[in-house]
C-alpha cells in the first residue's frame, strides 16, 4: 500500500523568502509524485508532477520540487513566495490499481505568506 | 489543459432530500472518473471510480447505496446524495484523467454540500 505524509501542517513565511514544503511517500511500487494547490473553496490545481526522468522538475508559478529515491521524498520549493502564494498545498503519489491510477494525498500543509 | 466542470458549485438542501452533483469533462473524454470528498481543513479522500457503461467501484467505507454513481457518457459522471444527512455535509471533487495519460488526473472546481 502506498501512503504520502506531509509533516508539517502549516508553514507560515515572510514575503520573498524562499520556502520548502517537505512530503515523503511510502511505496512498494513505482509511482508517480504530484504536488496540487488548493485555493479557498477552489478545486485542485497541478503545480508540478514527476512521471520520470530529471529528478528536478519544475512547475508553475516558479515553484520547482526534487523526487529523492534513496530519501522517499518530494520536497516542493520556491526561492521567493509571494502574497498570493498563501494556500493549500497537497502532495500526492499516483499508483497502478486495478487497471486504473488511484491518487493518494497527503493531509496537506498550508501555507501562509506574510506581508 | 484539459477542463474538468462540476454543477452546482453550491447547494444547500434539507436532511432527508437527495442531490445531484454532476461532473462533466468539457474537452476530453474520459471513460473514467473519479469522485472524492473533503472535510474542512483535511485532506481529499477517494471515494469511488466512476466507470463509464459499467458499475462503479467503491472504496472501503463508503456505502454504494448512499452514494449512487452513474457514468452516463464519455463526459459525464453524476453522484447522487441520497437521503443526505447534515453528516453528508462535505466539500465533493471529481477529477479525470486524458486517456492514454492515467498518471495524471484534472480536477473539478468541486461542489459544497450543506445539509440543514
Known amino acids: 500500500a502506498q501512503s504520502v505524509t506531509q509533516l508539517d501542517s502549516q508553514v507560515p513565511v515572510f514575503e520573498e523568502a524562499p520556502v520548502e514544503l517537505r512530503c515523503n511517500y511510502s511505496?512498494?511500487?513505482?509511482?508517480?509524485l504530484f504536488w496540487y494547490v488548493q485555493y479557498p473553496n477552489q478545486g485542485l490545481q497541478l503545480l508540478l508532477k514527476?512521471?520520470?526522468?530529471?529528478?528536478l522538475v519544475k512547475g508553475i508559478n516558479g515553484f520547482e520540487a526534487e523526487f529523492n529515491k534513496s530519501q522517499t521524498s518530494f520536497h516542493l520549493r520556491k526561492p521567493s513566495v509571494h502574497i498570493s502564494d498563501t494556500a493549500e498545498y497537497f502532495c500526492?503519489?499516483?499508483?497502478?490499481?486495478?487497471?486504473?491510477?488511484?491518487?493518494?494525498f497527503g493531509t496537506g500543509t498550508r501555507l501562509k505568506v506574510l506581508a | 489543459g484539459a477542463v474538468v466542470s462540476q454543477h452546482p458549485s453550491w447547494v444547500i438542501c434539507k436532511s432527508g432530500t437527495s442531490v445531484k452533483i454532476e461532473c462533466r469533462s468539457l474537452?476530453?473524454?474520459?471513460?473514467?472518473m473519479f469522485w472524492y470528498r473533503q472535510f474542512p481543513k483535511q485532506s481529499l479522500m477517494l471515494m469511488a471510480t466512476?466507470?463509464?457503461?459499467?458499475?462503479?467501484?467503491?472504496e472501503q467505507g463508503v456505502e454504494k447505496d448512499k452514494f449512487l454513481i452513474n457514468h452516463a457518457s464519455l463526459t459525464l459522471s453524476t453522484l447522487t446524495v441520497t437521503s443526505a444527512h447534515p453528516e453528508d455535509s462535505s466539500f465533493y471533487i471529481c477529477?479525470?484523467?486524458?486517456?492514454?495519460?492515467?498518471?495524471?488526473?484534472?480536477f473539478g472546481p468541486g461542489t459544497r454540500l450543506l445539509v440543514l
Open positions: 477529477s479525470a484523467p486524458i486517456a492514454g495519460g492515467l498518471e495524471t488526473q484534472y
Open positions: 511505496s512498494s511500487v513505482s509511482v508517480y
Open positions: 514527476y512521471l520520470s526522468g530529471s529528478t
Open positions: 500526492a503519489v499516483n499508483a497502478p490499481s486495478g487497471g486504473t491510477y488511484k491518487y493518494i
Open positions: 474537452d476530453f473524454q474520459a471513460t473514467t
Open positions: 466512476s466507470n463509464e457503461g459499467s458499475k462503479a467501484t467503491y
